[in-house]
């Protein structure tokens, strides 16, 4: 069973950056797919950002967060992160680091454990 536990939202400004951490245990982060998703009121939680497992490697971003958002992970640690910039008023929402043993299209149907969540709020 693998637990997740989502931190670093809050306030920033438009332009700014902010970077989520998502701290796991009772597995190892290597062997699972990780995303990043976001949740909105009223809407559907959608992926923002996904990596496979460490040996394939392979990355996902939502086209809202490409050239903006880079999400790693760091093995040591088995912690997770979701790095954000020139962010935007759109960028608002609940965000929820996942890990799921499928790789495949960022979907959320595709992971079996969430962390709680963290709000970020861009707004000036």
């Known amino acids: 069973q693998v637990q997740l536990v989502d931190s670093g939202g809050g306030l920033a400004q438009p332009g700014g950056s902010l970077t989520l951490s998502c701290a796991a245990s009772?597995?190892?982060?290597?062997?699972?797919?990780i995303g990043w998703f976001r949740q909105d009121p009223g809407r559907e939680r959608e992926g923002v950002a996904c990596?496979?497992?460490?040996?394939?490697?392979?990355?996902y971003y939502a086209n809202s967060g490409k050239g903006r958002f880079t999400i790693s992970r760091d093995s040591a640690k088995n912690t997770v992160y979701l790095q954000m910039s020139s962010l935007t008023s759109e960028d608002t929402g609940v965000y929820y680091c996942?890990?799921?043993?499928?790789?495949?299209?960022?979907?959320?149907?595709?992971?079996?454990?969430w962390g709680q969540g963290t709000q970020v709020t861009v707004s000036s």
């Open positions: 996942a890990a799921g043993r499928l790789w495949g299209a960022c979907w959320p149907y595709e992971y079996d454990y």
């Open positions: 009772g597995a190892t982060l290597d062997q699972y797919a």
């Open positions: 990596m496979a497992p460490t040996h394939d490697g392979s990355t």
